[in-house]
Structures are given as structure tokens and as C-alpha cells.
Nanobody, 126 residues
Framework: VQLVQSGAELRNPGASVEVSCKAS????????IDWVRQVPGQGLEWIGR????????RYTENFHGRVTVTADTSTSTSYMELRSLRSEDTAVYYC????????????????????WGQGTQVTVSS
């Protein structure tokens, strides 16, 4: 199993960014994919979740509609788009796979994932 993310991004405030996460080695539609971020000196922040089987999503309210997570089953790739970027969005963004049979509704700790992408640094700066 591998989750391979796209490379580092530098954006101006107000711009958008899209990070990809290509999955391999398992049936993409059988597992939820979460997106989380790590700000230096802070804990993990849960962003959202997608069920690749039907495209269903849920998000934290903290982003106020600025984030969209999608999945392309033809390429086994999930995407996370974050809009109206602010300096506070500077972080390392990760995709992570939830174990089979996980609850749709819980927000797990770091231990609640069985595979992780390598992380994508997103820097928002003018």
C-alpha cells in the first residue's frame, strides 16, 4: 500500500492550492481517505474525509467552506483543494487511509490511520 502526494507548493494569500494523493496497492474504493494538516508546533488538525466509493464527504467546520476533497476512481487519486489561502494555512498536509470498517463519523487521533502519504508542504506567503 502506498499513498503518494504531490510536491511542495508556494502560494500568495488569497490564492488556491490543490494537493493530490495517489493510492496504490489496494482497492481504492474500499477505504475512506482523510486529509489532515500539521502546523509547526501544533497538533494534527483534521480537515475532511471522502468515501471514494460514492464521493461522499464530510469536513470540519473550521475551514468555513474553503476546502473541497474529491476522488477520481479511474486514477485512484484523492484531491484536496483549499481556497482563499491565509498565512495561517502554512502547514504540512497529509492524506491518510482509515482502516477497513472504520466509522464514517469519528475524527481519529494519529493512531487511527493505517497508511499515510509522505506529506506536502504548503507555504502561504506574499
Amino acid at each position: 500500500v502506498q499513498l503518494v502526494q504531490s510536491g511542495a507548493e508556494l502560494r500568495n494569500p488569497g490564492a488556491s492550492v490543490e494537493v493530490s494523493c495517489k493510492a496504490s496497492g489496494y482497492t481504492f474504493t474500499s477505504y475512506y481517505i482523510d486529509w489532515v494538516r500539521q502546523v509547526p508546533g501544533q497538533g494534527l488538525e483534521w480537515i475532511g474525509r471522502i468515501d471514494p466509493a460514492d464521493g461522499g464527504t464530510r469536513y470540519t467546520e473550521n475551514f468555513h467552506g474553503r476546502v473541497t476533497v474529491t476522488a477520481d476512481t479511474s486514477t485512484s487519486t484523492s484531491y484536496m483543494e483549499l481556497r482563499s489561502l491565509r498565512s495561517e494555512d502554512t502547514a504540512v498536509y497529509y492524506c491518510a487511509r482509515r482502516p477497513y470498517g472504520s466509522s464514517w463519523y469519528d475524527v481519529p487521533s494519529k493512531d487511527g490511520y493505517d497508511y499515510w502519504g509522505q506529506g506536502t508542504q504548503v507555504t502561504v506567503s506574499s
